[in-house]
């Protein structure tokens, strides 16, 4: 494996490490989100960790997952979901550790009540009684995974949407459309509309319970979308993802105003 690297430049690779962890904390501080694009694939054990004491990954094994995140690992069939799905999680677990000082294993994960049935099986948030970010506020988080790339965006105190989408090549998409459209949306790709969509209902908290054709967006500033009547949400797209893959990604990230432009790392094998 290669090492962990984060691009947050064109063309300029730097470790994930302590000191990138700690301008994250600091953008954080300041009310921005953050934004994550991750090669799963790529993600290996390294000595470049999150935490200063700690890998990035374990090799070869899910030792920082719950007894609830394994069970659903050696659930999948192909090994290569189950693969993915371990890396996802494992990072996952690691970048929030390292934002909130502490071990990836100690972070204890709830689910909020769905906003169909009311049970906990709602947006996922980190237990309160977990460790929390550096100035003390409650880190929030949402995740998307597509294929072996995953995307997480982190926001203080402050409920955070995102979905990532790798195109299908040469696949119709027409048929997301009675699914996609509403009265009101302004027209354009179909794929770019669905992502956005659903970055904008996992920051309410509402995920697919709420149709899509009940929600329509309108562009209202270069690369931002806001719905009528919740006119407190921004969907920024996220534009110009650079990863050595060269995949052709669609991503979103959606938050309580002002959301502002959030800062993207893209992660890959240097």
């Known amino acids: 494996m290669g090492q962990f690297l984060a691009d947050s430049t064109p063309g300029h690779a730097v470790r994930l490490t302590p000191s990138h962890i700690l301008e994250a904390r600091d953008l954080l501080d300041a009310g921005h989100c953050v934004v994550w694009i991750i090669n799963v694939d790529h993600a290996g054990g390294s000595d470049t960790g999150l935490q200063p004491q700690d890998p990035l990954l374990p090799r070869g094994d899910d030792q920082w997952l719950d007894q609830q995140e394994r069970v659903r690992a050696h659930g999948f069939v192909v090994g290569l979901d189950r693969q993915r799905y371990t890396a996802s999680h494992m990072i996952t677990r690691a970048l929030l550790g390292g934002l909130s000082t502490t071990a990836p294993q100690d972070i204890v994960f709830d689910r909020r009540p769905c906003a169909r049935?009311?049970?906990?099986?709602?947006?996922?948030?980190?237990?309160?009684?977990?460790?929390?970010?550096?100035?003390?506020?409650?880190?929030?988080?949402?995740?998307?995974?597509?294929?072996?790339?995953?995307?997480?965006?982190?926001?203080?105190?402050?409920?955070?949407?995102?979905?990532?989408?790798?195109?299908?090549?040469?696949?119709?998409?027409?048929?997301?459309?009675?699914?996609?459209?509403?009265?009101?949306?302004?027209?354009?790709?179909?794929?770019?509309?669905?992502?956005?969509?659903?970055?904008?209902?996992?920051?309410?908290?509402?995920?697919?319970?709420?149709?899509?054709?009940?929600?329509?967006?309108?562009?209202?500033?270069?690369?931002?979308?806001?719905?009528?009547?919740?006119?407190?949400?921004?969907?920024?797209?996220?534009?110009?993802?650079?990863?050595?893959?060269?995949?052709?990604?669609?991503?979103?990230?959606?938050?309580?105003?002002?959301?502002?432009?959030?800062?993207?790392?893209?992660?890959?094998?240097?």
């Open 117 to 270: 049935c009311g049970e906990t099986h709602g947006k996922p948030e980190i237990r309160p009684t977990s460790p929390r970010g550096a100035q003390g506020e409650a880190l929030r988080f949402s995740t998307s995974r597509s294929d072996r790339l995953l995307a997480i965006a982190v926001r203080g105190d402050t409920d955070v949407g995102i979905d990532i989408e790798v195109r299908p090549a040469g696949e119709d998409l027409a048929a997301l459309r009675d699914s996609v459209e509403a009265r009101g949306d302004e027209a354009g790709d179909l794929l770019e509309r669905w992502v956005r969509k659903e970055a904008f209902l996992k920051a309410t908290g509402e995920g697919l319970t709420r149709p899509m054709t009940s929600l329509a967006l309108r562009r209202h500033r270069a690369d931002t979308w806001c719905a009528s009547p919740d006119e407190q949400i921004d969907v920024r797209d996220l534009r110009a993802l650079r990863v050595t893959t060269d995949d052709r990604i669609v991503a979103a990230v959606a938050g309580i105003r002002p959301l502002g432009n959030p800062r993207v790392f893209t992660v890959d094998e240097g």
